[in-house]
């Protein structure tokens, strides 16, 4: 509640990067209805959670914190309470029931509606609710307000129709639609004069983009080629459409980060199978060879999922091995989570939580093994970090992040934020490197 005639609007976001991208789509909206962004819930006149339904523990954190705005509502009635994306969309009925003081629920395709509900709302509305799919929305020619960094957020194709049979996705985001390459690069060219130096395109399949001026591979030459563009990342491809294509456009500019987010989800043919995932762990095995072929050093990251309904303790191992051979820069790994409505749901030979809970134990075992090789094999070179932020750890460093997207930390000199410098990687520990500016060395000398 303010005392002064401009309103405060509080965002805040859970899952994805997608959705980050979304709020920031909010947040743009929201600004140009005369709104100011606060970082203070209490003091908002419309607070908006933006949502994941992924795993249910996403689903459990938005439900409890909306339990605590319920309090605000009661002090402020004219306070606007609206939830979005994937569990407006999901889950409208239970909440409408659950959760009468939610003003507002929006499914991810139907931000466009804020401006005109702000303005409806003075006239004293009920509840309003829009969760409808669009086959069109891209929210094309909306830039989005940005939060600060060096990395700017782009979305370049929404909705997935691969329907893997434990994911949600392709019901909550809807069906596959890309938008045009030179609406991408407009946005792009718009951020790199905002300041931003870093550009990480995302689609929930980001190689199923497909536009009459061209798919990805052409996408990826287009935004390379922006001046200014110190680095290109995306996220995330499927391991069936990475093509040569994609890997000689990737080999052939430097800004274009050697890094390749690659979800192998299990290591096991049955379970990938079962889980719709269209290729075999070999091929995934070549394919990783092949991106190294390509780009010698290529950092690759993965999703895996453990205790998939029906998993054996023999086809888990089979995913300890795939990841133990590519042996995984970084990976996210997540004990499966049964989605109502999707197919995987329905299978009757679920694992239980405590299988679940040591297969996963298992699994981070080898992955930080992984990470820590990974790591160490770098130690003694110099490689470009591009300078983010101050360490958490230390006012006197600088956290960076290599093209491989991990994280660096190195004494502070001259460099400021959003520099691309050469440090020398000293020690990797944990899931961390440890360097120091080349340059910052030099300058010793001659001094
Ligand atoms: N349970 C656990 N993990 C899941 N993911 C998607 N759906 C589920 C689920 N039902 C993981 C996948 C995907 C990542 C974004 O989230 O690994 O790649
Ligand atoms: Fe979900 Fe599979 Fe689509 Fe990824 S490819 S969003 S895991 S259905």
């Known amino acids: 509640m303010t005392h002064t005639n401009e309103k405060i609007y509080y965002i805040e976001t859970y899952g994805c990067q997608m959705n980050v991208y979304d709020s920031e789509l909010v947040s743009k909206m929201m600004e140009e209805c005369g709104y100011k962004k606060g970082d203070d819930y209490r003091k908002a006149d419309a607070i908006f959670l933006n949502t994941c339904s992924i795993r249910e523990k996403a689903e459990e954190t938005v439900h409890n914190r909306l339990e605590n705005f319920q309090y605000l509502k009661k002090k402020n009635p004219s306070l606007l309470i609206g939830v979005l994306g994937c569990m407006a969309q999901n889950l409208k009925d239970d909440i409408l029931d659950s959760k009468p003081y939610v003003d507002i629920i929006l499914g991810p395709d139907s931000y466009r509606s804020i401006p005109k509900l702000l303005k409806d709302r003075t006239n004293k509305m009920n509840h309003l609710v829009d969760t409808k799919l669009s086959k069109y929305e891209i929210y094309d020619e909306l830039f989005p307000s940005r939060n600060e960094g060096v990395n700017s957020w782009v979305s370049i194709m929404r909705g997935c129709d691969k329907f893997c049979t434990f994911c949600i996705v392709p019901f909550t985001r809807g069906r596959e639609r890309s938008r045009p390459i030179d609406s991408i690069v407009n946005e792009i060219k718009h951020g790199v004069e905002e300041g931003f130096v870093e550009f990480t395109l995302l689609g929930q399949n980001v190689n199923s983009y497909n536009t009459p001026d061209g798919k990805f ?48 989800q299990s290591g096991n043919d049955r379970i990938l199978k079962r889980m719709n995932r269209s290729y075999t762990s070999n091929e995934f095995l070549i394919l990783a060879d092949k991106i190294k072929q390509y780009m010698p050093g290529c950092s690759i990251t993965t999703d895996v999922i453990v205790g998939f309904p029906g998993e054996t303790e023999e086809e888990f191992e089979d995913t300890l091995n795939v990841a133990k051979k590519v ?8 004990k499966y989570s049964s989605r109502p409505g999707t197919k995987a749901s329905g299978y009757t030979d679920q694992i239980p939580e ?24 770098l130690v003694g070179k110099t490689i470009k970090v591009l300078v983010e932020k101050e360490s958490k750890k230390s006012k006197e460093q600088w956290a960076g992040r290599t093209e491989g997207n991990m994280w660096v930390v190195f004494d502070k000199g001259s460099e400021s934020v959003g520099d691309l410098i050469d440090v020398k990687i000293e020690d990797a520990r944990g899931v961390t490197l440890f360097g120091i500016n080349v340059n910052r060395e030099y300058k010793y000398e001659v001094a």
């Open 354 to 377: 405590e299988i679940k809970q040591k297969r996963l134990e298992r699994l981070i075992d080898v992955q930080l093994d992984n990470t820590l090789k990974q790591n160490k094999a």
């Open 327 to 334: 042996g995984f820069n970084f990976a996210f790994m997540f």
């Open 217 to 264: 591979p052409e996408l990826l030459d287009r935004v390379a080629s922006i001046e200014g563009v110190k680095r290109l990342r995306f996220s995330s491809p499927h391991p069936q459409d990475v093509d040569d294509h994609m890997l000689e456009v990737m080999s052939s500019y430097d800004n274009i980060c050697n890094h390749v987010h690659l979800p192998l």
